[in-house]
């Protein structure tokens, strides 16, 4: 879809769900746990995660923040049968409730509890009329591998369009009444639109054309894939630009996800002209990744990423870049492309001293853990406590926030996610 966040496309079975009347008994349910994550989002504690992130964010130095995603453990934290309401729109306001609750109870990180309640603004988006070709594993965590369905030049331009998107207000204002029916009250509900783009358009090229492709592409007819290129991010603008004028953006300046991880606080966002109602990309943070090109050297990454990346980061307030993809060989050239650029992201492959010599407190040095010590075998809380006391080390100078994503599982014991934070905040105390 070109963009990530609490809002989509258009689900017609899930408007006429909400036809349906929901149950006393479901609304009791959400009602009670609505009534428990109030008061824990109230705690004084959770002020101050977000006074430390506002902190943090403009590059003032607190104790390194700590962040966990279990995202493909949480299958494990919080199974179908801990869901306790029937009608399927209950459901998932039941798991988000959950997640929320999980994380004050047990993980105890530094995500701040937030009592908001987003209601989607529903979007149509037609896509890019090109559907992948990928063989799966038969385990549902497996890598998959794409077949390429783009094989000769013409194959492009011939099968690919630019995203058309529309808003469908009926279908939004269904949603927002029924969200706000359930929660009478409780919590404060709030009609949200895109608040989280992934600009990613090599990754996304590769499902259709294949990664090695692409890579002999680059040296064999480097001037059909800039064309490409330069396709798909006038398809990404034109796209933007519809969501700004038909006010489906929301402003991403307080508890949202930012980028490959972080929070969004801060008051440097949205600019000082902003009319309170109409928010523009320059409003909010933006993101771009190409992970494909972990291994591809800083001028092709140059020439065929951050020429590309660059317009389309332009646009945005402040901005976040990088993924799963190593980029201590590249900062300096991602410094000179990115406009107020503010939180880069360090993966597990980085070399980390070099990456903290380079980047200083210059932007947020946002490092992602290998997530391998949380899916191994055997737990090794010694090794955890060895490894981020390592990074610490390496790291001061730096503004520095530790990131555990890519969980895909915790071997069925969910306290590996809850020491791995209580192991990683009693280190990040000493690095005040």
Known sequence: MGYSGESGQKDNSRVLLLKMAITEK?????????????????LPGEKKKAEMWYAHNSLK????????????????????????????????????????????????????IDRIIPSPIVINNTGWG???????????????????????????????????????????????????????GILPVEKRGVTHFWFDNIDRLATWRGLDQIYLDMVDRPE????????????????????????ALSLNNANHYCGSGGTGFTHELPQKDFDGKNVRPIDMWGFATTQMFSLVSPAMH???????????LSCF??????CCEPLHKK???????????????????VDVAEAAEKIGDRFIFSYKPNPAVIAA?????????????????????????????DTHTCRNQPHRLSEWVRIAKEEAEKFT
Not at 227 to 243: H, I, K, P, Q, T
């Open 61 to 112: 130095r607190v104790r390194p923040m700590i962040l966990i995603f279990p995202e493909g453990a949480w299958r494990e934290l919080i199974t179908e049968k801990d869901l306790l309401t029937e009608d399927p729109f209950c459901r998932e306001q039941e798991h988000l409730l959950r997640t929320r609750l999980y994380y004050a109870e047990f993980l105890k990180d530094d995500n701040v």
């Open 224 to 247: 059909w894939l800039q064309s490409v290129l330069n396709f798909m991010l006038e398809g990404m603008m034109e796209m933007l630009n519809a969501l700004e004028k038909n006010g």
């Open 130 to 184: 090109i559907s992948e070709d990928s063989t799966s594993p038969s385990d549902p965590a497996g890598a998959r591998h794409f077949n390429p369905v783009i094989k000769t030049e013409e194959d492009f331009f011939n099968k690919v369009h630019k995203p058309q998107v529309s808003i469908d207000w009926k279908a939004t204002e269904e949603i927002y009444e029924r969200t706000l029916e359930l929660y009478n």
């Open 302 to 312: 140059e020439e065929f990423a951050l020429r590309y990346e660059e317009k389309w």
């Open 331 to 349: 900062i300096d050239i991602i410094a000179r492309h990115i406009p107020r650029l503010r939180r880069l992201s360090m993966s597990p492959w």
């Open 26 to 42: 479901d609304k009791r349910i959400i009602q009670d746990l609505a009534k428990r994550l109030f008061e824990l989002a109230e």
């Open 377 to 405: 075998e055997q737990w090794d809380p010694d090794f955890v406590r060895k490894n981020i006391r390592d990074t610490l080390e390496k790291t001061r100078g730096c503004v520095i926030e530790l990131i555990m994503k």
């Open 317 to 322: 307030g402040l901005n976040a870049y990088g």
